[in-house]
């Protein structure tokens, strides 16, 4: 098999052009699709003389599972790796998780590359599902001791995945109830359920500048706090009972209640201000309002 034949690479992006220009001399050599959720007249003019690239322009946000599968949708090779834009590419550690693919295709599910920050720290990807810690189970010690060879786990973040185009397909890809965030849990739980492994390849290194992919501003941030514990309910909602969504809901309440009123009178005015993004998350999602406005959400 051929790695720049049987691997597209898929990118969705919003206000993200200079991370992307940082990877050109990796996109070139491959089959790219691009879901441009900003509608930047800057990125078409950067890629528009790469004949390899297909850019799809969105006049609205479409969110990343949206875009993801709508990218994916026009690729036809074997293989699919899923990218943040900010995600610093390494042609050796595409090859080298494409390889380890080889070895078992028919038990691998989706693979990760081991994350570094910009100062080659390197931070733990997989991890346990999100059920697992609502539930007590603890993750400090996958932090402690990180395994140096490939490694069976729940979940991995989704800012970087190798899998197979037709099983990606055969799970009905990313659930479009998630605008953002969830959707790589949710992708993953659905993967074990078939059956299939996911696995961090430790030998597969990649940078990733997280939360770097779009210009931050404390409204940005402020929406996507709400966004995340929005779409942490309808996670938490798809996988379990009505009892145990009824307790997290009722509970948080309380506790965001109170911690916003605490906060308030000792003066800590951001730990407040967090808290209150919670009650509006809660709020929303219980009402279902955010339906309503994902329709118009601009980040």
Do not use: W
Not at 49 to 54: A, G, L
Not at 93 to 118: A, H, M, Q, R, W
Request: proline share 2%.
């Amino acid at each position: 098999m051929n790695i720049y034949k049987d691997i597209t690479l898929i990118l969705v992006t919003y206000r993200s052009e200079n991370l992307i220009l940082r990877n050109l001399d990796v996109l070139k050599k491959f089959p790219v699709i691009i879901v441009d959720n900003s509608n930047s007249n800057k990125l078409n003019s950067i890629i528009d003389e790469f004949d390899n690239i297909k850019l799809i322009r969105s006049n609205k946000n479409l969110g990343y599972g949206i875009a993801n599968n709508l990218a994916i949708s026009y690729s036809v090779t074997p293989f699919i790796l899923i990218i943040n834009p900010d995600i610093i590419l390494n042609e050796n550690s595409i090859k080298t998780l494409f390889v380890s693919f080889l070895n078992d295709p028919e038990n691998i599910g989706i693979l990760g590359p081991s994350l570094y920050d910009e100062n080659m720290k390197r931070r733990t990807n997989g991890s346990i599902s999100y059920i697992d810690h609502l539930n007590g189970i603890k993750i400090s010690n996958l932090y402690n001791n990180i395994p140096a060879d490939n490694t069976c786990c729940k979940f991995l973040m989704g800012c970087c995945y190798l899998i197979k185009r037709d099983f990606f397909n055969s799970l009905g890809g990313f659930d479009e109830n998630f605008f953002m965030y969830f959707e790589d849990n949710d992708l993953c739980d659905r993967a074990i359920k078939k059956g299939k492994y996911i696995m961090e390849v430790p030998l597969s290194k990649f940078i990733h500048l997280e939360n770097s992919s779009s210009k931050k501003r404390f409204l940005t941030d402020s929406k996507l706090s709400i966004i995340h514990k929005i779409s942490s309910y309808i996670y938490i909602k798809k996988n379990t009972n009505f009892f145990f969504i009824s307790f997290q809901i009722i509970k948080n309440l309380f506790d965001y209640i109170q911690r916003f009123f605490v906060n308030l009178i000792l003066f800590k005015f951001k730990k407040s201000y967090k808290n209150f993004l919670r009650l509006i998350s809660l709020i929303l999602f219980f009402s279902l309002l955010y339906k309503l406005i994902y329709k118009f959400m601009k980040i």
